[in-house]
């Protein structure tokens, strides 16, 4: 089991998967999380795509990934219901649409260190 400082940026690993005692790498386009970590018993948002344009946001608590052959499986709760959801996508295939996508752009914090890395000069 590797330790939280070995995980890499998703923009140094491949499409894949990898886990730590709680967190997930989960690099695949249906991941839309800051640098594709996603905390276990983390908040984030989950858009489901209908087939006729729909989008439905549910606010979730991602519980679990785990992979069965070449697919990976998400398992997280809905905060509002309290059912359990399931949505799959197959690994190191970004060609295949998301019907789904996770994101936690807009529940999770950004890191302080982040910001005062991404200042600008002015002069």
């Known amino acids: ?5 070995h995980i890499t940026s998703s923009t140094k690993v491949p499409s894949g998967f990898q886990h730590t ?3 997930f790498l989960l690099c695949f386009p249906c991941i839309i999380c800051i640098d594709n970590i996603v905390d276990v018993g ?7 795509f209908g087939d006729n344009g729909d ?23 809905d905060i509002r219901t309290g059912d ?11 060609t295949l649409p ?6 936690d752009l807009y529940t ?12 600008h000069d002015s002069k």
């Open 1 to 5: 089991m590797r330790t939280q400082e």
């Open 21 to 23: 005692t709680d967190k």
């Open 42 to 48: 983390g908040l984030s948002d989950l858009l489901d």
């Open 55 to 77: 989008i439905y946001v549910t606010k979730v608590k991602f519980l679990e990934a785990y992979t069965t052959g070449y697919r990976v499986t998400i398992v997280i709760l």
């Open 84 to 94: 359990m959801l399931k949505r799959n996508h197959r690994l190191n295939n970004d």
């Open 98 to 103: 998301c019907d789904w996508v996770l994101i």
């Open 108 to 119: 999770k914090p950004v890191p302080e260190e982040v910001l005062l890395n991404d200042s």
